[in-house]
């Protein structure tokens, strides 16, 4: 992974992820806002100015090494009373907050198919585009349109599947315990705080250490790769 890291790839998936995170994070606080939590008006959080969103160490930890904290969108399910649209007032509190967690990961769906349009008409008619650097004499310093372009698919789709693992901290965690039936939701949350970081870290950290028991390097693959397949008709 490090030995293709050059300047070129950098500036492509920190734009790819500058453009999801913000995204991401956005959508967290704007279905929040619209199932009654107030706290994205008061931290200014209703834009998509990145500087908002973005944790920066932790966004610039993963452009690199590949994983790390992207953003932070503190809503608040206790505040979750009295919804803005009318189909949020048939869902419980928990459904709602829910409802604003998924919705991270779905605006990282919306960014790779509005993406993925200008991949496929540029395929048909300039396949070029894809192989010629912006600057000619220095692919290894300025990407392509088309690594830019690929690398929005392929980057924001990667971040709706890795979202969705339901272990720790990741949004998967809070959209899975919404379907739960309410005798399992407190064990489920009970494994959550106790092993949940834990066996994700376990995971990433066996995924470097040995490449051959990758299980969530597997379990983010073979979707991320279906998906981005599906969104580029290939």
Request: net charge positive.
């Amino acid at each position: 992974m490090f030995a293709q890291l050059t300047l070129a790839v950098l500036i492509s998936r920190l734009i790819a992820l500058l453009i999801g995170t913000t995204f991401h994070e956005y959508m967290h606080n704007y279905v929040g806002y619209l199932m009654g939590d107030n706290t994205p008006v008061y931290q200014g959080r209703l834009t998509l100015d990145p500087r908002k969103h973005i944790y920066w160490p932790g966004f610039l930890m993963f452009v690199v090494l590949g994983f790390g904290i992207l953003g932070t969108a503190p809503i608040n399910a206790g505040t979750m009373n009295n919804p803005r649209v009318a189909w949020g007032q048939r869902l419980t509190r928990l459904q709602r907050f829910g409802v604003s967690v998924l919705a991270g990961p779905v605006g990282n769906l919306i960014v790779a198919t509005i993406f993925a349009i200008p991949i496929r008409l540029l395929m048909g008619a300039a396949p070029g585009v894809f192989t010629f650097s912006l600057v000619p004499g220095n692919p290894n310093v300025f990407p392509s349109v088309g690594q830019v372009l690929w690398d929005l698919v392929f980057w924001n789709v990667l971040l709706f599947v890795f979202n969705l693992i339901p272990l720790g901290p990741l949004d998967g965690r809070y959209v899975l315990r919404m379907f739960l039936p309410p005798n399992m939701q407190y064990p489920y949350e009970r494994f959550q705080d106790q092993y949940g970081m834990m066996v994700l870290f376990g995971l990433i950290f066996l995924s470097f250490l040995m490449p051959a028991f990758n299980v969530l390097g597997t379990l983010i693959s073979e979707p991320t790769g279906l998906i981005t397949r599906l969104l580029l008709g290939l």
